[in-house]
């Protein structure tokens, strides 16, 4: 184990047992007479939910680690126990664990205390749990918690011993647009070996975001991925240190469409065209969606690095043709405000001269919970002449 790695592991244990430790002190007066050690770690998953999820993912971080030296015939190093195993050492665990204490407490007892400790505990911690809470769900309404169709090949371009730096940069933004198991352990996976600072420190701070585990390395000690002494060199001296910052404007993502391999190969099940002002029922509508599989398109979730609405023009234009041409159906969110938008007009004549199938949903019955669409029988929106408006010259 080297010098490093050992102390952010024993350093992480020591906060471990240190804060856990802790925790459970804050939980002795509201046990009931009689507990057991189930009791103790339900309190605990109840008081301090992503404290415990911390917990397990390390857990889970140091497993791998060891499984990976074991595969290639190296010894491990960390043979971290399982956090109930953990918990269960805890010297103040085995104190009110042991019989004598029990027999204490029990002769202490009084459920009016009890009720009153549990009162002032929920006043401490529900506020930061419900704070905690509300930054995850505000970081998950700008990703959508699918697996997309292409997932895997975007990630085996990212892999590629060919792509640049530049490009990985694409691919990670692309990448931090959608929530599921399989993005998250590339995050992780990328913030533990990625060599270049810049994708390293974006992996960091996006699965922050979300209140995962992640520890960020100086870059004194990431391990160089290569045992080719140029390529070693090239690594060290010019890749680590580049840096490169998306130009945030639709004519970036235009050229993108047009030459890069991420933008080419994406697919959606459904284009959502609506109006911006019932953004609140599309993202309700997306959730449900996304819970039956199905990956969307909504330009203020998937393009919104770069289709701001004071910049939008002609580029703005093709980048939304494009989307229209990668999606299997469209689904129009049909309430007044987009009955009335020259864009939705547009995109619904758009896809309709693509011959693919448009569907309904009405607002009203999103908010009532009734997810219910079907195919679109009039076609009040078809216009010849909607082709070739200049719609950037209009509001969205």
Known sequence: MSGYTKHIYENDIFEIKNDFSKYIKSLI???????????????????????CQILNEKYEYYCKIDKKLKA???????????????????????????????????????????LKSIKTLQNQRLPKIKSIKNKIDKAKLKA???????????IGLYDKKNTSQKDKVYIMQELKKYYCPKVISFFKNKVHSEYNRQLREMAFY?????????????????????????RRQYLKEIYANQRYNIKEIPEELEYRIQNSKEQKLKEY?????????????????????????????????????????NLVGGATKVVIEKRLEQSQSLLFVKSENSQLSKWVKYELNYFYSLNKKIY???????????????????????????????????QL
């Open 72 to 114: 290639v015939g190296k010894k491990i190093r960390y043979s971290m126990k399982e956090p109930r195993e953990v918990i269960k050492q805890l010297k103040i665990t085995i104190e009110i664990m042991s019989g004598s204490y029990k027999d204490s407490y029990k002769f202490k007892y009084d459920e009016d205390t009890r």
């Open 206 to 230: 996006h699965l922050q975001e979300f209140k995962h585990y992640v520890i960020l390395r100086k870059q004194k000690y990431m391990r160089i991925p290569s045992k080719n002494k140029r």
């Open 29 to 51: 007066n509201i046990l009931p007479e009689d507990y057991d050690i189930e009791i103790i770690l339900s309190l605990l998953t109840e008081y301090y939910p992503y404290e």
């Open 360 to 394: 309904v949903i009405d607002k009203i019955n999103i908010l009532d919970g009734n997810f219910q669409y079907g195919l679109i029988q009039e076609k009040w929106f078809f216009d010849e002449k909607y082709k070739n408006i200049c719609l950037y010259e209009s």
């Open 144 to 154: 959508q918690q699918v697996e997309p169709s292409y997932l895997d090949v975007l």
């Open 269 to 309: 099940n459904f284009f959502i065209s609506h109006s911006s002002t019932d953004y609140k029922a599309v993202q309700i509508l997306i959730r449900e969606l996304n819970k039956n599989g199905k990956d969307v398109y909504c330009d203020w979730i998937n393009d919104v690095d770069y289709l701001k609405r």
